[in-house]
């Protein structure tokens, strides 16, 4: 796909180049917003409306980063989720039953054993307790450097913080989250236990 080609022929009014882009971005954004979530049904709604937003706007995009740009509306979406919960909280009796096992993080190949994969399942959600546990200005940082693998001028860009406001979130960020798994560690496999 040549992604420059893409933004243009959506910028003027090509339904198919931007599907084009939304497939070859949508697995990164659902994850995004999974991790900033902790919620995979919220996650799936806000992915489709970061690119709903991500359309409207294409007009105002300029050639910079377009995986930053899309993220930094991505990241936005999320937090307008979160003020949305906060001021109406919804119970749904289907997140009481609903046991989804796509939500995990994917297991890597050479894992054989159900044990071992049991035991990837409680890392899993023991990770994402910590990173619900972060202020969401740390945790956007945490899992656009940690999970989705942005530089730090990237993040900048997706969060609209200075370079060394990143820097001192991702710090802030990666260290509570390793005093929380401290605090957590005999829930940890033996391998992950982290020692003071």
């Given at each position: 796909?040549?992604?420059?080609?893409?933004?243009?022929?959506?910028q003027?009014?090509?339904l198919?180049?931007?599907n084009?882009?939304?497939?070859h971005?949508?697995?990164?954004?659902?994850?995004?917003?999974?991790?900033?979530?902790?919620?995979?049904?919220?996650?799936?709604?806000?992915?489709?409306?970061?690119?709903?937003?991500?359309?409207?706007?294409?007009?105002?995009?300029?050639?910079?980063?377009?995986?930053?740009?899309?993220?930094?509306?991505?990241v936005n979406?999320?937090?307008?989720?979160?003020?949305?919960?906060?001021?109406?909280?919804?119970?749904?009796?289907?997140?009481?039953?609903?046991?989804?096992?796509?939500?995990?993080?994917?297991?890597?190949?050479?894992?054989?054993?159900?044990?071992?994969?049991?035991?990837?399942?409680?890392?899993?959600?023991?990770?994402?307790?910590?990173?619900d546990?972060?202020?969401?200005?740390?945790?956007?940082?945490?899992?656009?450097?940690?999970?989705?693998?942005?530089?730090?001028?990237?993040?900048?860009?997706?969060?609209g913080?200075?370079?060394?406001?990143?820097?001192?979130?991702?710090?802030?960020?990666r260290?509570?989250?390793?005093?929380?798994l401290?605090?957590?560690?005999?829930?940890?496999?033996r391998?992950?236990?982290?020692?003071?």
């Amino acid at each position: 796909m040549d992604e420059q080609d893409c933004i243009a022929r959506s910028q003027q009014g090509h339904l198919e180049s931007f599907n084009r882009l939304v497939e070859h971005y949508q697995g990164q954004v659902y994850h995004l917003a999974y991790r900033m979530l902790g919620d995979a049904t919220a996650a799936e709604d806000v992915a489709q409306e970061a690119f709903f937003s991500a359309y409207r706007a294409l007009a105002s995009f300029r050639g910079q980063n377009f995986r930053a740009w899309l993220f930094r509306i991505t990241v936005n979406a999320c937090h307008d989720w979160q003020r949305k919960r906060q001021r109406h909280p919804e119970r749904s009796l289907d997140a009481l039953t609903d046991n989804r096992e796509d939500d995990e993080l994917k297991i890597p190949a050479d894992v054989e054993s159900p044990e071992d994969m049991a035991l990837l399942g409680e890392l899993s959600h023991l990770l994402q307790a910590g990173l619900d546990h972060l202020p969401a200005d740390q945790r956007s940082v945490v899992v656009l450097s940690d999970i989705q693998g942005l530089s730090y001028e990237e993040i900048a860009t997706v969060t609209g913080a200075s370079l060394g406001t990143v820097k001192s979130r991702l710090s802030r960020g990666r260290a509570r989250l390793r005093d929380f798994l401290l605090a957590h560690r005999e829930l940890l496999p033996r391998e992950y236990r982290l020692s003071r």
